[in-house]
């Protein structure tokens, strides 16, 4: 069974640049998470998902960061414009329900110059 | 949120068994404790859980105390494949369910 893919692995851009990241959960999972890790720290939640609705996005940077699951299945995660404090591992978790286990990505490592 | 504390690193002889304690005094009637680990550049992955009762799977033990306001993580044979950070998480079944990482514990395994 595939696990969830994430794209980019690696991306680098320079401040005040758009950037997105996609995640593909697995399937038949109707829940998905956003984490966001800095170096040295565990997974911060950023967004949750139920199907396509977003349940719980109190920790979204809502001035900059943006993310949408078209029809309850792949994400996409949004930062415009990217400042350096930016700089982290995005992570895609994705679970059959709430309460299920979840399931991560590779995450994406974004280094914003 | 229900808060964890776990040692910053620990090491750990090759095929040697390990076990990483967690303190969670706070601990609440709904809260499951769960372990994820997160090998170099993956992802976390989940280990185990429990609530009230020891609990064993093919990759560790996880022993509750009797109060819960403690627990430890055993691995019984490490392997240098099980060098990674180890989070012990309480999570509320009660309300959101999130996931609140911690800063976990770095285990080293020497060969």
């Known amino acids: 069974e595939a696990g969830v893919v994430q794209s980019p692995r690696y991306k680098i851009i320079e401040k005040k640049q758009p950037v997105a990241f996609w995640c593909n959960p697995i399937?038949?999972?109707?829940?998905l998470y956003w984490y966001r890790q800095n170096l040295g720290q565990g997974p911060e939640l950023l967004i949750r998902?139920?199907?396509?609705?977003?349940?719980?996005d109190s920790q979204l940077p809502k001035d900059r960061f943006s993310a949408e699951r078209l029809k309850g299945v792949d994400s996409t995660l949004k930062i415009q414009p990217a400042e350096l404090g930016d700089s982290a591992v995005y992570l895609c978790?994705?679970?059959?329900?709430?309460?299920?286990?979840?399931?991560f990505g590779p995450g994406t490592r974004l280094t914003v110059l | 949120d229900a808060k964890t504390t776990q040692p910053n690193s620990m090491e750990s002889n090759e095929e040697e068994p390990v076990h990483l304690p967690c303190n969670h005094s706070t601990i609440s009637g709904t809260d499951y404790i769960h372990w994820y680990r997160q090998l170099p550049s993956q992802g976390p992955e989940y280990v185990i859980h429990g609530l009230t009762s020891n609990v064993n799977n093919r990759m560790a033990s996880l022993a509750i105390a009797e109060d819960r306001k403690s627990s430890t993580l055993i691995l019984h044979r490490a392997t240098l494949r099980d060098a990674a950070v180890y989070y012990c998480?309480?999570?509320?079944?009660?309300?959101?369910?999130?996931?609140?990482f911690g800063k976990g514990t770095k285990l080293s395994v020497k060969p």
């Open positions: 399937s038949g999972h109707n829940t």
């Open positions: 978790a994705s679970s059959l329900s709430r309460l299920d286990t979840q399931y």
């Open positions: 998902y139920e199907n396509e609705e977003a349940v719980d």
């Open positions: 998480i309480l999570r509320d079944v009660g309300s959101q369910g999130n996931l609140i």
